[in-house]
């Protein structure tokens, strides 16, 4: 066989012309500005990238014919060692109709003829044909049932005549000039598989192998601005250019744009803007500076408290929501199981409002379950949880504090929690078959709540120039009216 070797494929790919491609998502490649052979070299390399990612199941090695005396095949396909098929490549600009397509697999099985080699079951061979551009109309009717519809091209009498035509193009078939096989001819076209891939097809297949379309195309890139706006202000904010698309932002730097550098002060939990270095040299005089930053630490404890107030009552709205009554109450998980929620929840919530108010450093010491993973956190809780309820079970009360009537109504409620185990192993078995279902719900409930709490929080305090702007007045009465709903 005339096989082409992976150096003169590498050899040849180097040496391609690559036409300009437009990657928008919608167009087709410029398969038909190939050459023939790059066209070939394609086809061959896109095929030789899909087995590599195990995407067929019927063949599992393709070879490149040299170019001459291919007789009727570009590539040749295989599985196990055996010749299953064929690519026929066929470059065009215009739509291929169905004499083309007829008299292409009437030469090849001319040669099958010849050499039983190239096809040597019919009942497992696939004629594959690759268009660069379409077929036509009649051509795609014809192969969408064409071991059927090949019947009728015998019977009026197309076949014959394709096939004198072929025989008379080409020398190696004179041994059929007087003795046409149209009955061998007739029983391979309507046993073999034929199918097609347009260019429609093949660029679908191109464009997940990046490798392939950069090899053999010169891509530009074009993109919609509505639909990536995403995008484009990720890349101003790169660039330090977030100003430009921020609306807050926008205020902001009209009200501090024309302040002199000597006027800005920078101290780190607050930043002024339009107040000399003079003045807060006169702030210093007895100890009136600490008199202004007093009220902002203040306010920054009472918002860090009431921010977990905040974040409290929405685990247990959330816990209340999604886990008592979608699964505790619809039986899918034990009422032990839940305990593990809150406490969970709230130490990585935590996270989101602690990581701001301390050095890193710090905070691991004062607080270090809010570094633990999810793996680790969980553990700790359940063995708490696991610890507790072994001495409840065991009847050991001495760790619930509290007076006769609280010691009492806990007891009841571990009762109540414990109703049904006799004791810790099964505990433990319903909780590490519970904790499956709930690590999903524990995520979503976490990830719907962090985006209520921002790690990051500004405040921004203003002189009453905000008055006499008329758009700023506006914003604040939208505002107004939303927290209002």
């Known amino acids: 066989m ?5 150096k003169q494929i590498e050899l040849e790919t180097k040496s391609i012309y690559r036409p300009l491609a437009i990657e928008s998502g919608t167009t087709i490649l410029p398969l038909s500005e190939l050459g023939d052979r790059e066209f070939e070299l394609l086809c061959y390399l896109l095929v030789s990238s899909e087995l590599k990612n195990l995407e067929y199941s019927n063949i599992d090695n393709i070879s490149l014919m ?5 007789r009727g095949r570009d590539c040749v396909l295989y599985n196990n060692s055996e010749v299953v098929g064929l690519i026929q490549c066929k470059k065009y600009n215009g739509r291929l109709t169905k004499p083309q397509v007829i008299k292409e697999i009437i030469k090849f099985i001319l040669f099958s ?3 039983k080699t190239i ?3 019919k009942e497992n061979f696939e004629y594959n044909i690759y268009v660069s551009n379409d077929l036509n109309g009649v051509c795609i009717e014809l192969l969408s049932s064409f071991n059927e519809k090949i019947k009728d091209e015998f019977i009026n009498g197309n076949i014959e005549k394709y096939t004198n035509d072929i025989i008379s193009e080409y020398e190696s078939f004179n041994v059929f000039k007087n003795n046409i096989p149209l009955k061998r001819i007739e029983d ?4 073999i598989k034929v199918s097609y ?6 660029t679908s297949r191109i464009l997940n192998h990046n490798n392939i379309l950069s090899m053999f195309f010169n891509i530009k890139t074009v993109v919609d601005l509505e639909s990536n706006d995403k995008n484009i202000r990720k890349a101003l904010d790169d660039y330090g250019l977030t100003l430009l698309t921020d609306k807050d932002l926008k205020i902001l730097k009209q009200r501090i744009e024309n302040t002199q550098e000597k006027d800005r002060i920078n101290l780190g939990l607050m930043d002024f803007f339009g107040y000399s270095k003079e003045f807060f040299d006169y702030l210093q005089i007895d100890n009136k500076f600490k008199e202004v930053l007093e009220p902002y630490k ?3 404890s009472l918002l860090d408290k009431y921010l977990m107030d905040f974040l409290s009552t929405e685990i247990q709205k959330s816990v209340f929501n999604e886990i008592t009554i979608k699964l505790l109450n619809t039986q899918k998980i034990h009422r032990f199981s839940v305990g593990i929620a809150q406490p969970y929840l709230f130490t990585r919530l935590s996270k989101r409002i602690l990581i701001k108010s301390l050095p890193k450093e710090i905070l691991i010491k004062l607080h270090p379950d809010i570094f633990k993973s999810q793996e680790e956190l969980i553990l700790q809780i359940s063995e708490f949880l696991f610890k507790t309820s072994e001495e409840i079970l ?10 006769d009537n609280l010691v009492q109504t806990k007891l009841n409620l571990y009762e109540h929690i414990h109703q049904g185990i006799n004791n810790i192993n099964e505990l433990k078995e319903i909780f590490k078959k519970d904790i499956k279902i709930l690590i999903p719900v524990l995520e979503r409930i976490e990830d719907n709540i962090s985006k209520l709490i921002p790690e990051e929080r500004t405040i921004i305090i203003k002189d009453g120039s905000f008055l006499e702007n008329k758009d700023e007045l506006e914003n604040i009465k939208q505002t107004l009216d939303k927290i209002k709903k």
């Open 2 to 6: 005339n096989l082409l070797s992976d």
């Open 66 to 70: 040299q170019g001459v005396s291919e």
């Open 113 to 115: 003829l010849l050499d």
């Open 119 to 121: 096809l040597p079951n």
């Open 188 to 191: 391979l076209l309507t046993t």
């Open 197 to 202: 891939q347009n260019g429609i097809d093949l």
């Open 298 to 300: 203040k306010m920054q």
């Open 394 to 403: 065991n009847g050991n009360y001495n760790n619930l504090v509290g007076d």
